[in-house]
């Protein structure tokens, strides 16, 4: 229990040193596996903020990225081929595929990028993805891998 106290120490020495307040309501906590349930509900409880999921989402990312960061950043894949798919049945010029690539596509994975290294593997998916869609191969892009 000692240590729960170190921490709120520091976090209000922090608030005193800074002029910030810690807003409990937009802070979560994050354990390792190796904290067994009954003390991350007794951590939780002391400092007053909920744990955070590994399936949860801050800003639109993911809030925990594990050892699989590949499967972690899939949304990301499953974004951009649900964008493809909705365009795939209208009658686009080959302007018009390049413009929707460029003005959509390559944008969903932006922010991802400013916070997170994709793994190559996913970036070259999902540049197949683009080129099968701006080149018109119907056939290939079934669905995803």
Request: aromatic share 10%.
């Amino acid at each position: 229990m000692s240590d729960l106290h170190e921490i709120q120490a520091i976090l209000s020495l922090y608030e005193r040193a800074s002029g910030q307040k810690l807003n409990r309501e937009k802070t979560s906590i994050f354990f390792s596996k190796a904290i067994n349930v009954a003390r991350r509900q007794e951590i939780s409880d002391f400092l007053g903020v909920p744990e955070v999921k590994e399936y949860e989402k801050y800003l639109g990312l993911p809030a925990v990225v594990g050892r699989n960061k590949k499967e972690s950043l899939r949304y990301i894949k499953e974004r951009v081929w649900n964008k493809i798919q909705g365009w795939r049945e209208k009658l686009l010029s080959q302007a018009g595929r390049e413009t929707l690539l460029k003005a959509v596509v390559q944008a969903i994975p932006s922010f991802a990028m400013s916070c997170f290294k994709l793994p190559v593997s996913l970036c070259n998916e999902i540049e197949a993805m683009i080129r099968k869609f701006y080149w018109g191969q119907k056939g290939e892009q079934r669905k995803i891998h």
